[in-house]
């Protein structure tokens, strides 16, 4: 049987680019979002079987949904890639909204996460690749204070449950891509715009690929940004919040 991978937010970014590279090292797929159509799209261009499930990741049940229809199907790689973000004051930005980052970006990730972690344990093998963010490595984000928080939860719930499979000596991989600033519709949806050089979401994915079957826990796919997060964690936490509060309130359009 071919080998199988579950690829959410797979309709645009970087999470396409995973589906695409996954699709090109031989993997059949199945591939998720809300939009419908993106995926038919993007099924266009790729080999082998590809299914196309349709699910919106901020509702607890179509997360189980998920599972269940994928499960079966010989999953071995699993990409919680979904998520997006939102900027502004903590006190202004909108609670519904966050809410709903918080249900993309932490409850589905952990679902999924849980869910198919017992089957690949149960195999002694398989791949999770959790997208948090360099975000995530920080003390924080003041103006993006709920989306940075959220992925502190995906990097510290992943490099946690990964040490515990090291000790198990588990031939399951568990990994967070922590990229910085990469050029898909992010801004868009979070409403901000760069301050600083983006890279491909092409680029991104490669390295994510290529780092996830070399089995790093942690996957920075710019050299620089990977040295610049190792320093960040040697300062203190107010002096971290100072300069990354700088670098937000550039993102504001
Ligand atoms: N771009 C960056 O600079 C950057 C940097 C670090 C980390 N990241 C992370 O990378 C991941 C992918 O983001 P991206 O940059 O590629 O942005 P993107 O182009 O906006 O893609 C986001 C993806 O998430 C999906 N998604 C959003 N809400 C969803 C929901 N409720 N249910 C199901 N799918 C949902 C979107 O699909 P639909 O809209 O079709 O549902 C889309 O496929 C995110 O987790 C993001 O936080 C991005």
Do not use: W
């Not at 993997?27 to 038919?40: F, K």
Request: hydrophobic share 40%; charged share 25%.
């Amino acid at each position: 049987m071919k080998k199988t991978a579950l690829v959410t937010g797979a309709s645009s970014g970087i999470g396409r680019e995973i589906a695409i590279e996954l699709n090109r090292r031989g993997y059949d797929l199945i591939i998720s979002a809300r939009r419908e159509d993106r995926l038919r799209e993007l099924k266009e261009q790729l080999k082998g079987e590809v299914t196309v499930i349709p699910a919106d990741l901020s509702d607890t049940e179509q997360c189980r949904e998920l599972y269940r229809k994928a499960s079966g199907r010989n999953v071995s790689v699993l990409v919680n890639n979904a998520g997006f973000g939102d900027i502004g004051q903590f006190s202004s930005t909108d609670l519904e909204k966050e809410l709903k980052m918080i249900d993309v970006n932490c409850k589905a990730v952990h679902i999924l996460t849980k869910l198919f972690l017992r089957d690949f344990q149960k195999r002694n093998r398989g791949y999770i690749l959790n997208v948090a963010s360099s975000a995530g490595l920080m003390a924080g984000g003041p103006m993006m204070a709920s989306y940075y928080a959220t992925k502190s939860y995906v990097v510290n719930m992943t490099c946690a449950v990964n040490e515990e499979l090291r000790r198990a000596r588990s031939r399951v991989q568990l990994s967070a891509l922590c990229p910085g600033p990469v050029d898909t519709e992010f801004n868009d949806v979070a409403g901000c715009s760069f301050g600083v050089k983006s890279i491909s979401p092409r680029i991104c994915a490669v390295n994510a690929v290529d780092g996830l079957f070399a089995g790093k826990m942690i996957i920075v796919p710019e050299k620089l940004l990977g040295v610049g997060t190792v320093a960040a964690r040697l300062l203190p936490k107010r002096a971290l919040l100072f300069i990354t509060g700088n670098i937000q309130h550039k993102k504001i359009k």
